[in-house]
């Protein structure tokens, strides 16, 4: 189950979608030590103690992410980064 959950409307179209999704990815891999691999339009992510997928369509994007017993305790502050992220690369309607 994700511990953090973001899902946002989008006017970017597809490809917009994928690129924003990928500078996410860079962003937050870079400031949290994550792999990831996309499979189709998922990017599924890693590292020790935290786990997520990023999903792009048309005009959605969704952000899931399980954290592990020591990253849960700084679960506010992952989050405030990655909603501010997601409100620059992906404006709200």
Known sequence: MADIHVEREHTLGLEGARAAAQRLAKDL???FGLQGEWQGDVLRFQRPGVQGTLSVT?????LEV?????FKAMKGSIESAIHREVDALFPRR
């Not at 048309?58 to 969704?62: E, G, L, N, P, S």
């Not at 399980?66 to 020591?70: E, T």
């Open 29 to 31: 891999g870079s400031r």
């Open 58 to 62: 048309d005009k959605h994007v969704r």
């Open 66 to 70: 399980a954290l592990g017993l020591m």
